[in-house]
């Protein structure tokens, strides 16, 4: 049973008990295509002892559909491992991604993204996206913005992540406009700070505990890479436009309050910091 609700568009069915598979009609397709591309890529080249993802067994193209089959993983969603996880496992599960995230910034290169985040912001103009956030991210666009850029995931949500005795699989790669570790320190941020998947989430679950268990991890997660300059000077920005990026698909009223208030508020604590600093 698929318990958390994507927006991808992709069908997803259970062929037999070891394969799973994943499909989408139309352009759609080429979208699909490029996801299993990275994670083949990923499976051949990146994959840890650890962190490690379904294999896929085929792919099959047609004038009118893509599907790709792979690897069945029996393993708990996120809200199933944290419902049962003390403090050690959690300890753990930060160790794991963060060791994750430090192995691929080794492959990484700095490099100045700044145009690229500006052809992003142009993009989002033409979506809908409040013009006032536009603006705060293209102002922090005028200085170069280096960033690690390189392997990552793209998606690194809670809910892309299935949790296995000792490892973590992958699901559900995504190609960035910008290819950097930092995307997927934002992407599991976007749940820890922000709650994202778990307002996906079609089960009921515990909520005070999983609010408990977020903050913990999100503590973590940014202290485990709060003292890279990288990370200091541009999560912020990263976050912010990854935001602007899922508001155009969130088609639910409550995803799209959720991102409009989290926009917000980073919208607020920035304008509050930068009076701040003038004053001082």
């Known amino acids: 049973m698929l318990l958390v609700k994507g927006h991808s568009g992709f069908g997803v069915e259970l062929v037999d008990e070891l394969t799973i598979r994943k499909s989408a009609p139309g352009t759609g397709g080429e979208r699909l295509k490029r996801q299993i591309e990275k994670q083949i890529s990923f499976y051949e080249h990146f994959q840890q002892d ?28 996120f809200v199933q491992f944290l419902s049962e996880a003390d403090r050690r496992t959690l300890d753990d ?8 995230i ?16 500006l052809k992003k912001l142009a993009e989002l103009k ?20 280096l960033a690690p850029v390189g392997p990552c995931h793209g998606d690194l ?14 699901l559900d790669f995504l190609d960035c406009f910008v290819e950097s570790p930092l995307q997927d320190i934002v992407k599991l941020r976007q749940d820890t700070h922000f709650g994202w998947s778990l307002r996906l989430y079609q089960a ?37 436009v990854n935001l602007m990026r899922v508001l ?28 701040k600093n003038l004053i001082a």
């Open 50 to 77: 650890s962190v490690r993802t379904p294999k896929i067994l085929r792919t099959v193209s047609m004038r009118d559909k893509f599907y790709a089959d792979m690897e069945f993983i029996a393993a708990k969603d």
């Open 204 to 240: 009921e679950f515990n909520w005070a505990r999983m609010q408990i268990a977020f903050g913990y991890l999100d503590k973590q997660i940014d202290a485990a890479f709060g003292r890279q300059d990288w990370y200091a000077r541009h999560y912020f920005l990263f976050q912010f």
């Open 248 to 275: 155009p698909y969130c088609t639910g009223h409550a995803t799209r309050i959720l991102i409009l208030d989290s926009l917000e508020r980073m919208f607020s604590e920035f304008q509050f910091q930068t009076q």
């Open 126 to 145: 033409t979506k809908k996206v409040p013009a006032r956030y536009l603006k705060l991210a293209e102002k922090l666009c005028r200085a170069p913005v």
């Open 157 to 170: 949500t809670l809910s892309n992540i299935l949790f296995k005795t000792d490892h973590l699989y992958l």
């Open 93 to 100: 599960f930060v160790q794991t991604v963060s060791e994750f």
């Open 102 to 117: 430090r192995r691929n910034l080794k492959s990484c290169r700095m490099a100045d993204v700044s145009e690229s985040f």
